[in-house]
């Protein structure tokens, strides 16, 4: 007997009806970049590995999955050169392209290469999957789509406030209730600079960034582990657990950060987001501190987006990176952007019950097969309801009634039209309610008007 047939770990296929959902997902983000100005493009799945490695960090370059050149990939190596070789030697020198990790550094490769072409400043969404050697858990997937949109060319902080909106009119739109985070990296650097640990900032971006998933306990003993002394992890302790409105917190840290020229240029673009953004928004937006984004590039504000009611990690990531396409080769080009992570949005939709039916419901009016005759009467009518907008199909097989009525409730089709002998003879259809019941005999013109104005 054949194996029977499987996917890999942390990957999903999905259905007619999840595919219905993910497309209301990525079609309510894409109209909402549209609003904004933003113009689509697509990268290739794979990338050379010298585009992204070094761009994620040490724990990201884990992450990334590596693809095995083709053809002899072991070609002039001896058996014992291959097993007394590092597994990381081997894979640098058997793999020369890697499938991409995020968005965002093949977005800056996109922008070095095709600079000439783009007109600054250039803002661009994407919507496409990428792939992380994670360990698969709840909400954590190995394949999974991200929905990015940048602005690069322009330093101006109405690009962050304008992405802040973004998010805003997105879950409002879903109708979830969220909590939008921001800190600056710069105030992060600066925290370094007067705790004494200025040359530590990734160590300690990195340890606070996991304060939601470990504690501060945990979060601590991995600041000793990575060589930060009690001292300046006791000076650290008051900050990680600043309460307060923004404007309070602002106001402390700038005095905390007095002495950093670095910290309190972060908190003079923090204040001015928050400001330009006061009561603009449906959704709350916090200043969190013990935000990190644990991605190296960043380098000015950060962005998260928590779901309030649903038990789940960030839905919405992003920040500014001021010298991500100085390592391809172009200094000096600043870039903000972020990423809605549609898998997890997908699940809390999902868990909150908030998909509309008509995004759900694919097939509006099915037309039923009651013969050769039958059908030849119905094609036209069913033609014109499609020029109408109506989502119509005919049953392909004259079978049961029952069976296809049962096709029309399996796929929660709302009408069934039928036509035999007297509906023919009069130039009618009987149309059945699905939900109700009810029938009533019409014309092909009121069978349209009835289901269009619903």
């Known amino acids: 007997m054949a194996q029977k047939p499987s996917i890999p770990k942390g990957t999903r296929d999905f259905g007619p009806v999840e595919m219905a959902k993910r497309n209301y997902i990525f079609n309510t983000i894409k109209d909402v970049y549209a609003l904004y100005g933003f113009q689509q493009i697509e990268t290739p799945a794979m990338e050379n590995l010298s585009t992204l490695m070094g761009k994620y960090g040490e724990e990201g370059d884990k992450l ?20 007394g070789t590092s597994t990381q030697r081997l894979a640098a020198k058997f793999c020369e392209k890697g499938l991409r990790y995020d968005l965002t550094v093949p977005f800056a490769r996109y922008v070095v290469q095709h600079r000439e072409e783009l007109q600054m400043p250039f803002k661009r969404y994407q919507i496409q999957p990428v792939w992380r050697a994670d360990r698969p858990q709840k909400g954590r997937y190995r394949e999974f789509y991200q929905c990015d949109a940048d602005v690069v060319g322009s330093d101006s902080l109405l690009n962050e406030v304008e992405l802040m909106q973004i998010v805003d009119t997105v879950f409002t739109k879903f109708g979830v209730r969220v909590q939008i985070k921001i800190n600056n990296r710069k105030i992060l650097a600066g925290i370094a600079e007067v705790i004494g640990e200025a040359e530590k900032i990734v160590d300690i971006t990195v340890a606070i960034d996991k304060l939601d998933k470990i504690g501060l306990d945990a979060v601590n003993e991995e600041l000793r582990g990575a060589g930060i002394s009690d ?11 600043l309460e307060g409105t923004n404007d309070d917190k602002l106001n402390v840290i700038r005095e905390v950060l007095a002495a950093s020229e670095t910290g309190l240029k972060g908190v003079e673009e923090t204040q001015f987001i928050l400001d330009r953004l006061k009561d603009t928004l449906d959704n709350e937006i916090q200043l969190d501190l013990t935000l990190a984004r644990g991605l190296n590039y960043y380098t000015g504000a950060i962005f998260e987006v928590k779901a309030l009611d649903v038990q789940i990690g960030s839905i919405t990531g992003g920040g500014r990176y ?9 200094p000096g080009l600043s870039g903000v952007g972020i990423s809605f992570g549609a898998d997890r949005i997908y699940d809390v939709l999902n868990k909150l019950d908030l998909y509309p039916k008509e995004a759900v419901n694919a097939t509006q009016l099915l037309f039923i097969n009651f013969g050769e005759k039958e059908t030849a009467y119905c094609l036209p009518v069913a033609a014109a309801a499609r020029k109408a907008g109506i989502r119509t199909e005919v049953f392909p097989d004259s079978v049961k009634m029952k069976k296809q009525m049962s096709y029309a409730n399996a796929k929660q089709i709302p009408f069934v039209a039928l036509a035999g002998e007297n509906e023919i003879a009069e130039g009618k259809l009987t149309l059945k309610d699905m939900a109700t019941g009810e029938q009533a005999l019409v014309t092909p013109d009121e069978l349209i008007s009835r289901i269009s104005g619903r």
């Not at 001292?231 to 657990?241: C, F, G, M, S, T």
């Not at 001021?322 to 172009?330: E, K, S, V």
């Open 64 to 83: 990334l999955f590596k693809i095995l050149n083709s053809g002899d990939f072991l070609h002039g190596m001896t058996a014992d050169e291959v097993a």
């Open 231 to 241: 001292e300046a992890i006791e000076k650290l302790q008051p900050i990680i657990k």
């Open 322 to 330: 001021d010298n991500l396409t100085g390592i391809f080769g172009m």
